[in-house]
């Protein structure tokens, strides 16, 4: 073995013997935002032996490493990217296998082959967890996934729907739970909730990380996606005046959790908005009531008197104590 090829295959074997710090193999299941994780590791495919594909040129694991790692150097990176692969159908369990794995994910990474880079890293941590530096795979897999993402929402027609985005990291998520960069992550699913108009789960996923990493370096940004999700999905809702409530509530506790955000003003706006939309949709609801010919004195006052007890300041409120008025006088019973 010449010394260029020795090099080679030092330099990945070393890589190979460091210590996976962020590995947990805890479930994480499902959030009430859906996230996706996928519950068993080997639901990602196995590499086995076949009779027809996947058939080594040499002999052993140790020649074929050689043959595939001779096929990259002399610059035939497809033809080596097969003999890898070929390698760890074969021969699984081998330390060679996990070093053509390697080799198939850094290959098909350097060359731009982001969905099948994505795949080997995925297949990395799937079925050679603990036996390779997991830094530089999840860092990786991550380059792909945002590549990935990106392309797909640069096109006219795109390829992929939100969820097989949000996928993309979910596994990754899936296999380094505690790994630092998870919240980074989770920021992009909830981005990707956003994008799909999907707001009620873009909230749960950024109330995920304010719970569960409240020193996060992302949570101006994480605080900046949930009170846009609240606001946009106060358009959806514009006429559930419950919802409206509830969607008040979430941007004050927003407000209060972080009073110095830059958009804090934003914020209040947006919150005002809101109550506004309530307001006036409460009003509309309680007129709706005062129709002789489809409802009785007695439920439209009784909506009035609600829409009192809510909003005793708001501009309609003398209108609507003036109509009390009037409708008392034909019930023949006290104003209260």
């Not at 193999?25 to 495919?45: C, H, N, V, W």
């Not at 982001?114 to 830094?135: N, P, T």
């Not at 514009?238 to 927003?254: P, V």
Request: charged share 25%.
């Amino acid at each position: 073995m010449n010394v260029k090829l020795f090099s080679l295959l030092l330099l990945v074997l070393s890589a190979s013997l460091a210590t996976a710090q962020y590995q947990d193999y805890s479930r994480m299941g499902k959030t009430p935002a859906e996230l996706q994780f996928i519950d068993d590791p080997l639901s990602i495919e196995l590499k086995e032996p076949s009779w027809f594909w996947n058939n080594p040129k040499m002999e052993s694991a140790e020649d074929q490493l050689a043959y595939a790692a001779r096929l990259e150097m002399s610059g035939k990176w497809e033809k080596a990217i097969d003999a890898y692969d070929d390698l760890v159908h074969e021969w699984h369990a081998t330390q060679e296998a996990l070093l053509a794995q390697l080799a198939i994910a850094r290959l098909n990474s350097a060359h731009g082959n982001a969905q099948a880079a994505y795949d080997a890293d995925i297949y990395l941590l799937a079925h050679f967890a603990g036996r390779f530096e997991l830094e530089p795979v999840l860092r990786d897999a991550v380059a792909q996934a945002d590549y990935l993402t990106n392309q797909d929402l640069s096109r006219t027609f795109r390829r992929n729907s939100s969820s097989a985005l949000r996928a993309n990291y979910e596994r990754i998520i899936h296999f380094a739970p505690r790994w630092p960069r998870v919240p980074e992550l989770l920021l992009k699913i909830a981005d990707l909730y956003m994008r799909s108009e999907e707001y009620d789960s873009a909230i749960t996923v950024c109330d995920r990380i304010v719970i569960d990493w409240p020193t996060s370096e992302n949570l101006e940004d994480v605080v900046k996606t949930y009170c846009m999700a609240c606001r946009k999905l106060a358009d959806k809702w514009a006429n559930d005046t419950g919802r409206l409530l509830h969607i008040e509530q979430l941007l004050a506790g927003a407000r209060t959790f972080y009073p110095t955000h830059p958009l804090a003003d934003q914020f209040k706006q947006w919150q005002q908005e809101v109550y506004l939309m309530r307001r006036n949709r409460s009003y509309e609801k309680a007129a709706f009531y005062d129709n002789p010919e489809a409802y009785s004195a007695e439920a439209a006052a009784e909506a009035y008197r609600a829409f009192l007890r809510m909003f005793p300041d708001a501009p309609q409120a003398e209108r609507v104590r003036k109509r009390l008025a009037e409708l008392s006088l034909s019930l023949s019973t006290p104003q209260q």
